[in-house]
């Protein structure tokens, strides 16, 4: 395959050229190849980007297959312009063993859209009671372990699983949140939830378990990666933390860094989503972060669900967000768009940095390099349709939102997955 | 004159129509008050109470409005019906539009569930109480009371004193009176105050006598039992020493201040026994107010919908 005339975007800046694919890896990025090639895509115009990679997407198969499975999300990733995603082990039954991981690497392969790498749980059922079979899990494929949805409660066993992981060179991915402190809140806790009445949840309530989970990796010196920060003070506490030379990365969503939490005031529970979107100093704390590093890349928390668990009260209505079929887009329209990062920077927080985190293929635009590739056009606007999503999960609050920045194609291993 | 088929807070109502929903319950009340009770306003017209919280007053209050304007009123206890099936909100609402029901008259406990059902019912929707959100008719009430008492709701002082955090009363008060331009002084525990509502309008006041101090009116708010049990305070004895409205701390509002409290009283936690006795005439009037509030949005309401 020979992608002409593209506007590579590389770690240094974009690069003019053509890029000549080979079984599956990038032989040749050149200002311009003349070769003989079966396929030639006229990248006349369009962007080509490192394939996306999301490190945390709910894929809910098996288990909850009317919310999406596999195959959906699948297409739902390549149609979002990623190549890769890692999918969070609260299925049913939750990934806590070599089958059930094994199952979603195998459907995956099945499907053959998105490369789907499993993570598997750190505690048996997310009971946080007994350590999950994180070694056999990960020779079933798993990349990294996490109870996400829920916190480990128990210090001490959350102490062993980072210990114990990081034999396996694998990650414990933290989901920050003390639950006596969220109390049965639903959304922020601050001006809008009185306005609401909507019960609250404290900063503090993530805060507390992103400066314990970098204090356990602190006091064993292994890695450790915090989910979906939400918090000013939670930048602040990983900000200090990389400054003390503690192993410790960090992720944000979309929802996060562009919005602040005015837009739950008309209580749509499309807005509902763990943690809360919170204020505009949180909201400025979380790009200042992603600008300086502190924040290292940007995931989705693709959760997608039904109109049944939306369509209720607000309090009874499930926490989570559809959000990988427009996450480019965002990040075109919010980061890039307003001057704020370069394409370079998008491409490092949205796939050279999670490949590196989690040690995975791709990432970046190279010879030799696997051909995972997106080619977008940057300044195609268009509005944000959910009846358009490729996810069976239509539960965007941004639906009737303008945004800039168009996936195009979607190549995996050198083959078309997506074409727009 | 009401521009909405629901109404659903006080947060967004302009306040012209607040005014407007205040004069025209003073006219119900004087049609009350002179036993006409045989109204023909809304001869025709259906309303169903759903009330999925306990209530006694607020719904012989409404169901009252619903019959001296002559419409019909049906009463759903949500206890009773198919709700504990497990019907969903929207599929009780979408069965009440379909029996061409006109008003749903709602009291839930979650925050924003009257928006949201509004949102898929052609029925009007009248907020009756909305978990920690607002309680506007409530609200209203107490105002038209005001307004009745000093003329105008313009320039007065209004002490709250309670549970503001959990309280719907509150806020609904907080959002009207400052429409209309009272000051609105508020006084709690520190664990009883909610993020931010002081951007709202409201005064926080550092002492109860701060917060009396000239008041026009003092309102005490219901300290349930539960608050204490989930550690917002350590004993209702603790409260009503430090929070608790006495004599001692009234009589530093004005010599004809009002106390008021929506009910049911905890006497001698947020008001002591003799000062509620001393204003029962206020607080039966404020129960005709409630009549008569709810009368006049019923009507209003009816006049907006006949009108579009």
Same mark, same amino acid.
């Given at each position: 395959?020979?992608?002409?005339?593209?506007?590579?975007?590389?770690?240094?800046?974009?690069?003019?050229?053509?890029?000549?694919?080979?079984?599956?890896?990038?032989?040749?990025?050149?200002?311009?190849?003349?070769? *003989?090639?079966?396929?030639?895509?006229?990248?006349?115009?369009?962007?080509?980007?490192?394939?996306?990679?999301?490190?945390?997407?709910?894929?809910?198969? /098996?288990?909850?297959?009317?919310?999406?499975?596999?195959?959906?999300?699948?297409?739902?990733?390549?149609?979002?312009?990623?190549?890769?995603?890692?999918?969070?082990?609260?299925?049913?039954?939750?990934?806590?063993?070599?089958?059930? !991981?094994?199952?979603? #690497?195998?459907?995956?392969?099945?499907?053959?859209?998105?490369?789907? #790498?499993?993570?598997?749980?750190?505690?048996?059922?997310?009971?946080?009671?007994?350590?999950?079979?994180?070694?056999?899990?990960?020779?079933?494929?798993?990349?990294?372990?996490?109870?996400?949805?829920?916190?480990?409660?128990?210090?001490?066993?959350? #102490?062993?699983?980072?210990?114990?992981?990081?034999?396996?060179?694998?990650?414990?991915?933290?989901?920050?949140?003390?639950?006596?402190?969220?109390?049965?809140?639903?959304?922020?806790?601050?001006?809008?939830?009185?306005?609401?009445?909507?019960?609250?949840?404290?900063?503090?309530?993530?805060?507390?378990?992103?400066?314990?989970?970098?204090?356990?990796?602190?006091?064993?010196?292994?890695?450790?990666?915090?989910?979906?920060?939400?918090?000013?003070?939670?930048?602040?506490?990983?900000?200090?933390?990389?400054?003390?030379?503690? *192993?410790?990365?960090?992720?944000?969503?979309?929802?996060?860094?562009?919005?602040?939490?005015?837009?739950?005031?008309?209580?749509?529970?499309?807005?509902?989503?763990? /943690?809360?979107?919170?204020?505009?100093?949180?909201?400025?704390?979380?790009?200042?972060?992603?600008?300086?590093?502190?924040?290292?890349?940007?995931?989705?928390?693709?959760?997608?669900?039904?109109?049944?668990?939306?369509?209720?009260?607000?309090?009874?209505?499930?926490?989570?967000?559809?959000?990988?079929?427009?996450?480019?887009?965002?990040?075109?329209?919010?980061?890039?768009?307003?001057?704020?990062?370069?394409?370079?920077?998008?491409?490092?927080?949205?796939?050279?940095?999670?490949?590196?985190?989690?040690?995975?293929?791709?990432?970046?635009?190279?010879?030799?390099? !696997?051909?995972?590739?997106?080619?977008?056009?940057?300044?195609?606007?268009?509005?944000?349709? /959910?009846?358009?999503?490729?996810?069976?999960?239509?539960?965007?609050?941004?639906?009737?939102?303008?945004?800039?920045?168009?996936?195009?194609?979607?190549? !995996?291993?050198?083959?078309?997955?997506? *074409?727009? | 004159?009401?521009?909405?088929?629901?109404?659903?807070?006080?947060?967004?109502?302009?306040?012209?129509?607040?005014?407007? $929903?205040?004069?025209?319950?003073?006219?119900?009340?004087?049609?009350?008050?002179?036993?006409?009770?045989?109204?023909?306003?809304?001869?025709?017209?259906?309303?169903?109470?759903?009330?999925?919280?306990?209530?006694?007053?607020?719904? %012989?209050?409404?169901?009252?409005?619903?019959?001296?304007?002559?419409?019909?009123?049906?009463?759903?206890?949500?206890?009773?019906?198919? %709700?504990?099936?497990?019907?969903?909100?929207?599929?009780?609402?979408?069965?009440?539009?379909?029996?061409?029901?006109?008003?749903?008259?709602?009291?839930?406990?979650?925050?924003?569930?009257?928006?949201?059902?509004?949102?898929?019912?052609?029925?009007?929707?009248?907020?009756?109480?909305?978990?920690?959100?607002?309680?506007?008719?409530?609200?209203?009430?107490?105002?038209?009371?005001?307004?009745?008492?000093?003329?105008?709701?313009?320039?007065?002082? %209004?002490?709250?004193?309670?549970?503001?955090?959990?309280?719907?009363?509150?806020?609904?008060?907080?959002?009207?009176?400052?429409?209309?331009?009272?000051? +609105?002084?508020?006084?709690?525990?520190?664990?009883?105050?909610?993020?931010? $509502?002081?951007?709202?309008?409201?005064?926080?006041?550092?002492?109860?006598?701060?917060? +009396?101090?000239?008041?026009? +009116?003092?309102?005490?708010?219901?300290?349930?039992?539960?608050?204490?049990?989930?550690?917002?305070?350590?004993?209702?004895?603790?409260?009503?020493?430090?929070?608790?409205?006495?004599?001692?701390?009234?009589?530093?509002?004005?010599?004809?201040?009002?106390?008021?409290?929506?009910?049911?009283?905890?006497?001698?936690?947020?008001?002591?026994?003799?000062?509620?006795?001393?204003?029962?005439?206020?607080?039966?009037?404020?129960?005709?107010?409630?009549?008569? +509030?709810?009368?006049?949005?019923?009507?209003?309401?009816?006049?907006?919908?006949?009108?579009?």
């Amino acid at each position: 395959m020979l992608i002409k005339n593209a506007k590579i975007v590389l770690p240094e800046g974009v690069l003019d050229g053509d890029i000549l694919i080979q079984d599956k890896k990038i032989v040749k990025i050149a200002e311009e190849i003349s070769v *003989q090639d079966d396929t030639v895509i006229d990248a006349t115009g369009l962007y080509a980007f490192p394939g996306l990679i999301d490190m945390h997407v709910h894929l809910r198969e /098996p288990g909850f297959e009317y919310k999406e499975d596999i195959e959906s999300g699948s297409k739902a990733a390549v149609h979002g312009g990623f190549t890769q995603v890692c999918c969070m082990p609260n299925t049913s039954p939750i990934a806590d063993n070599k089958a059930v !991981v094994g199952y979603i #690497r195998r459907r995956g392969e099945e499907v053959n859209l998105c490369k789907i #790498r499993p993570i598997g749980a750190i505690t048996k059922g997310e009971k946080g009671e007994q350590l999950a079979d994180i070694g056999e899990m990960q020779a079933e494929g798993a990349v990294a372990i996490s109870d996400d949805g829920v916190s480990v409660a128990n210090t001490r066993l959350m #102490r062993l699983a980072m210990e114990y992981a990081s034999g396996f060179n694998l990650k414990c991915l933290c989901h920050c949140e003390d639950k006596s402190l969220v109390d049965g809140g639903v959304v922020n806790e601050g001006l809008n939830s009185t306005l609401t009445g909507l019960k609250g949840i404290p900063r503090a309530a993530e805060d507390i378990f992103i400066a314990r989970d970098i204090c356990l990796a602190q006091s064993l010196n292994v890695p450790v990666h915090i989910c979906h920060v939400s918090t000013y003070s939670g930048v602040q506490l990983i900000r200090n933390a990389k400054a003390s030379g503690i *192993q410790v990365t960090a992720e944000t969503c979309p929802h996060y860094y562009a919005f602040t939490d005015d837009i739950i005031r008309d209580f749509s529970t499309n807005t509902k989503v763990n /943690p809360p979107i919170r204020e505009e100093q949180d909201k400025q704390a979380l790009l200042e972060g992603l600008k300086d590093g502190t924040i290292d890349c940007i995931v989705t928390d693709h959760a997608p669900h039904h109109e049944n668990d939306k369509n209720v009260e607000y309090d009874l209505a499930a926490f989570g967000i559809s959000g990988i079929e427009t996450s480019f887009s965002f990040a075109i329209t919010y980061l890039y768009r307003t001057g704020f990062m370069t394409l370079s920077e998008i491409a490092q927080k949205m796939s050279t940095n999670p490949a590196k985190i989690l040690n995975l293929e791709g990432g970046e635009l190279k010879e030799g390099g !696997v051909a995972d590739i997106m080619l977008a056009d940057i300044d195609k606007q268009y509005t944000v349709d /959910p009846d358009k999503f490729y996810s069976k999960g239509k539960n965007t609050p941004f639906a009737g939102y303008s945004l800039y920045g168009s996936v195009e194609y979607t190549i !995996v291993d050198g083959q078309i997955k997506y *074409q727009a | 004159m009401l521009h909405r088929k629901d109404l659903l807070g006080l947060y967004d109502l302009t306040a012209e129509e607040i005014q407007s $929903i205040l004069t025209t319950a003073a006219q119900m009340k004087d049609k009350l008050r002179s036993g006409e009770k045989n109204l023909s306003f809304l001869k025709g017209k259906t309303a169903t109470t759903l009330f999925y919280e306990n209530s006694t007053r607020t719904r %012989v209050s409404f169901e009252l409005a619903v019959k001296y304007l002559g419409a019909t009123c049906i009463n759903i206890a949500a206890g009773t019906s198919s %709700v504990k099936k497990g019907e969903t909100l929207v599929d009780t609402g979408e069965t009440l539009d379909a029996m061409k029901n006109d008003f749903i008259i709602m009291r839930h406990p979650m925050a924003g569930a009257p928006h949201f059902l509004s949102k898929h019912v052609t029925a009007s929707v009248i907020n009756g109480g909305d978990g920690r959100n607002e309680h506007p008719t409530q609200a209203l009430l107490d105002m038209c009371t005001m307004a009745e008492k000093f003329g105008k709701i313009e320039g007065l002082k %209004v002490a709250i004193l309670g549970d503001i955090s959990n309280s719907r009363v509150a806020k609904s008060n907080l959002f009207g009176l400052r429409k209309l331009g009272a000051e +609105v002084r508020m006084y709690a525990p520190q664990t009883l105050i909610p993020k931010g $509502i002081e951007k709202l309008g409201a005064k926080l006041c550092k002492s109860r006598e701060e917060a +009396v101090e000239g008041a026009d +009116v003092v309102m005490g708010l219901r300290i349930q039992l539960e608050r204490q049990q989930a550690g917002s305070f350590p004993s209702l004895d603790e409260y009503a020493h430090f929070y608790g409205v006495n004599r001692k701390i009234f009589s530093l509002a004005k010599p004809n201040a009002l106390i008021m409290h929506p009910g049911p009283v905890n006497r001698g936690v947020e008001l002591t026994g003799s000062l509620i006795d001393d204003q029962s005439s206020v607080i039966l009037d404020q129960v005709l107010s409630g009549v008569a +509030v709810r009368m006049a949005i019923l009507y209003l309401i009816t006049q907006y919908r006949n009108r579009v």
